[in-house]
């Protein structure tokens, strides 16, 4: 996981056996030539009056179910419950994550404390089983409640989310 310093979480290395290694080769055969590119390559390789010459064009409608898979490609976005939101809050960052699995969050104020939501969203098509967040005290700050969380499923494509008390030292 990419951490951006405001929770600590264990790292998560791509070799485990939870994350078997994946190779990828990259096709090279319609690579720019070595000189890459300039504007008078371009002129003469991209401009409209050379693309569409001899009636070399095609027309592509996309079908009807096209807006239905790219929007199943893309994870879903967390939100605020009604209730938190109606309370001065941060927006809802991004944390960490990997391939699998983001982690966001967001901060509400309250009267008397700091509420912190947690969203877990699952970007595979896999279910996740057996989540387990740990967190640790702070010098300036204190979980009230217990300093983990434990989901027992995160539904592919989909978000979990949890939220914690958090209080000042005084």
Known sequence: FVNNGHLKFRKASLHSPEMPESKT?????????EGGLNEKS?????????????D????????????????????PMPRLPEEAAQHPHSDISELCGNESLLVY???VW???NLLIFLFLTNKSP?????ITLEFQ?????????????QLAVI????????????????
């Open 137 to 149: 005290h702070s010098e300036h700050f204190k979980m009230v409640e217990s300093l983990g969380c």
């Open 155 to 170: 539904e592919s494509k989909n978000i979990e989310s949890f939220q914690m008390y958090v209080e000042k030292y005084t």
């Open 110 to 112: 309250k009267e008397d």
């Open 56 to 75: 070399h064009m095609g027309i592509f409608h996309p079908s009807p179910s096209s807006p239905t898979l790219v929007q199943k490609q893309l994870p």
């Open 25 to 33: 080769t990259l096709d090279r055969s319609h690579s720019l030539p």
């Open 126 to 130: 896999s279910i996740l089983k057996d």
């Open 42 to 54: 371009l002129d003469h390789q991209f401009s409209p009056s050379s693309l569409f010459t001899h």
């Open 105 to 107: 969050f967001s901060k």
